[in-house]
């Protein structure tokens, strides 16, 4: 009865490099949402996915930041060419519905740091 | 929409004692509000939630209360424990795809 898996827990990167969040969701759950977190701040959404399709990606950098939720596999949100105000928590939900009238449950989050 | 206020920002309270959380929003239209509970280096965790059908839910020693007149809902906790102490956080939801979040609550619960 596995939660909302993230991993990794920790990701340190240099500027300039990439980074990959992986997020399993709950069995069961095919609603995927992505939040940023800074610190002393509250959870900003970032986009929201269904298998295989971006449902809404109005809170997602358009430049350097992607995400995806293959068929198969994790839901994956990648950075490219970090730089130092990228460093925040990732947090991954999953919902077996959709819509934002409805729980939304955290993984316990990916911490990126950016050297 | 975007604009949820939280308050206070911290709170300490003696063991026993009761805390009270606050949030505004402004979208009308919302008609969910959850509540979660983020403790170091964890997850929000989900704690109780509320529909704009109802004034008021309660689940043992936490309650939420719902005013959609004024546009506000707080968080009762009663009988604190040292083990609630966390970072609170209230949300909105309804329309569209996301969760608008306030800006957290420290509470502390002094044993």
């Known amino acids: 009865n596995a939660g909302v898996m993230q991993n990794p827990r920790h990701l340190v990167r240099r500027r300039g490099q990439e980074a990959r969040l992986r997020c399993s969701p709950m069995?069961?759950?095919?609603?995927v949402y992505w939040y940023r977190q800074l610190p002393e701040e509250g959870l900003k959404f970032m986009v929201y996915?269904?298998?295989?399709?971006?449902?809404?990606e109005s809170g997602m950098p358009k430049e350097r930041f992607s995400a995806e939720f293959p068929k198969e596999g994790p839901s994956i949100l990648r950075i490219q060419q970090v730089v130092r105000g990228d460093s925040a928590a990732y947090f991954c939900?999953?919902?077996?519905?959709?819509?934002?009238?409805?729980?939304?449950?955290f993984g316990d989050g990916t911490r990126l740091s950016i050297l | 929409g975007e604009n949820v206020e939280q308050h206070p920002s911290t709170l300490s309270v003696q063991e026993g004692d009761s805390a009270v959380i606050k949030c505004t929003y402004s979208?009308?239209?919302?008609?969910?509000f959850p509540w979660y509970k983020q403790e170091l280096g964890k997850g929000p965790q989900l704690i109780i939630d509320?529909?704009?059908?109802?004034g008021e839910k309660k689940d043992q020693r936490i309650a939420v209360t719902l005013n959609k007149t004024a546009k506000h809902f707080s968080l009762h906790i009663t009988e604190t424990q040292p083990e609630d102490s966390a970072v609170y956080f209230c949300?909105?939801?309804?329309?569209?795809?996301?969760?608008?979040f306030g800006t957290g609550t420290s509470l502390t619960v002094i044993p």
């Open positions: 939900a999953s919902s077996p519905t959709p819509g934002a009238d409805q729980p939304q449950h």
């Open positions: 979208d009308s239209a919302s008609n969910y």
């Open positions: 509320i529909r704009s059908n109802v």
């Open positions: 996915l269904q298998k295989e399709n971006i449902i809404d």
């Open positions: 069995k069961g759950h095919s609603h």
């Open positions: 949300a909105e939801g309804g329309t569209g795809n996301q969760f608008y």
